[in-house]
C-alpha cells in the first residue's frame, strides 16, 4: 500500500517505521517533525503509575504496549531505564495518594511493594523526608527525544504531502484536522528540564501537600520534572506559577535539586479524548486515526504501530479494531468538554 502519514511525533514515526518494515511505501508529513507533545514528553514507560480509578483500559493497553518497548528501543538503539517507578508521599495525607496508587495497581495485577520513608530513603538517599512509598518495579522509562532522532533517521518526512496515497494514517496529535478536530482537546503539560549531579535512580513519582509531580532521570545527569495539567485554549507556554509549582515539589521530595541547573522550561498539549482512551481505527475508507493518545503517547508508540500497521495489512477490516479504541465508539459522541 502507499501510505500517508501525517504528523511526526512518536505516534506517526511508529506508525510509519512498523509499516514500512512490513514492506508498505510510506510518506510522513510534517512541517515541523518531533515537534509537538512528543518533545515535551518525560517518557515513563509507566502502565502501573498511570492507571486511574475508572480508566482500567489504560493498564491493559499499556502493559501490552510496555512489551513490545524492549524490541522497539533495541531496533532503535535506545536504551530503556527498567529501574521501575517509586510513589512517595510527603506527608500523611499524601501517603494517601500513595496508598490508593499503589492498592489499584495490585488488585490489577501489578507487582507493587509497599516501603516506609526509611526504606524509601535506603532505595533513594536524595529523597527527603517521607510519610511512605510504594516501589512499582515493573515500570520502565525511556527519551522521547532520542527515540524520535532514531525515528526520523529511518523515516522519510516532508513538509507538504508530495505522492498519492491508498491510505492516510492521522497522527497530529492534540489538532486533528477537519472533521476529526473536535475528537481531541487539547491539555497543557508544561515540563521542566535539570541537569544534576544527584539524580534518582529510577522514576519518582510524588505528592508534596496534594500537588503532584514526577522526576523521571535520564542517563546522562539530566532529570524531567513534570507536568502541570490544565484545559485551555490559549498557546501551549510554560506558566511563571506552573514552573514555580513544579520545582517547589520536586525540590521538597529531592532537596539535591536546589543546586541543579535549569536548562529549560516547555509546555505543549497533550491531546485528550472524551473518554481519556485513544483514537486507532478507520473512519472512512481511506483514513486512519492514530491520535487522542492523551498522557500515555509514548507509552503506547508501539502498540499503536502495531495495530495500526495490522490494520491497514487487513485492508481495514473492521474485524481489527480493538473496540476499546475505536474512533466511532458511541461514548466519543457525547461533548468533548
Ligand atoms: N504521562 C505523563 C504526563 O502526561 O504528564
Not at 536504551?79 to 500523611?92: E, I, K, Q, S, W
Not at 522550561?265 to 481519556?276: H, L
Amino acid at each position: 500500500m502507499k501510505v500517508r502519514v501525517l504528523g511526526a511525533g512518536i505516534i506517526g514515526l511508529a506508525c510509519a517505521e512498523e509499516l514500512l518494515r512490513r514492506g508498505h511505501q510510506v510518506e510522513v508529513v510534517d512541517p515541523a517533525p518531533g515537534c509537538g507533545a512528543s518533545h515535551a514528553a518525560a517518557g515513563m514507560l509507566a502502565p502501573a503509575a498511570e492507571v486511574w480509578h475508572g480508566e482500567h483500559e489504560v493498564l491493559d493497553l499499556g502493559r501490552r504496549s510496555l512489551a513490545l518497548w524492549p524490541d522497539l528501543a533495541d531496533r532503535l538503539g535506545v536504551p530503556l531505564h527498567t529501574a521501575g517507578t517509586l510513589l512517595v508521599g510527603r506527608d500523611r495525607g499524601d501517603l494517601q495518594e500513595v496508598e490508593r496508587q499503589a492498592d489499584l495497581a495490585g488488585r490489577l495485577g501489578e507487582a507493587v511493594e509497599p516501603l516506609t520513608g526509611a526504606e524509601a530513603r535506603a532505595l533513594e538517599p536524595g529523597l527527603g523526608p517521607v510519610a511512605g512509598a510504594a516501589l512499582l518495579p515493573e515500570d520502565s522509562s525511556v527519551d522521547p527525544r532520542a527515540v524520535v532522532r532514531a525515528l526520523l533517521a529511518r523515516v522519510p518526512v516532508t513538509a507538504t504531502a508530495r505522492t498519492r496515497a491508498d491510505v492516510t494514517v492521522v497522527a497530529t496529535g492534540a489538532s486533528l484536522p477537519a472533521p476529526y478536530s473536535a475528537l481531541v482537546h487539547p491539555v497543557r503539560g508544561e515540563i521542566l528540564r535539570l541537569r544534576t549531579d544527584d539524580p534518582p535512580a529510577r522514576t519518582i513519582r510524588g505528592w508534596v501537600r496534594g500537588e503532584p509531580v514526577y522526576v523521571v532521570p535520564r542517563a546522562d545527569g539530566e532529570v524531567v520534572v513534570g507536568a502541570t495539567s490544565e484545559q485551555h485554549d490559549g498557546p501551549p507556554v510554560p506558566t511563571a506559577g506552573g514552573v514555580l509549582r513544579l520545582l517547589a515539589a520536586a525540590r521538597e521530595l529531592l532537596p539535591g535539586l536546589d543546586r541543579a541547573e535549569l536548562a529549560e522550561a516547555i509546555a505543549r498539549d497533550r491531546p485528550a479524548t472524551v473518554d481519556n482512551l485513544p483514537l486507532v481505527g478507520p473512519v472512512d475508507e481511506h483514513t486512519v486515526l492514530a491520535a487522542g493518545h492523551y498522557r500515555h503517547g509514548v507509552l503506547l508508540a508501539p502498540l499503536t504501530a502495531r495495530l495500526v500497521a495490522d490494520l491497514i495489512d487487513h485492508d481495514r477490516d473492521p474485524a481489527w479494531v480493538d473496540p476499546v479504541l475505536d474512533p466511532l465508539r458511541p461514548t466519543l459522541e457525547r461533548s468533548p468538554r
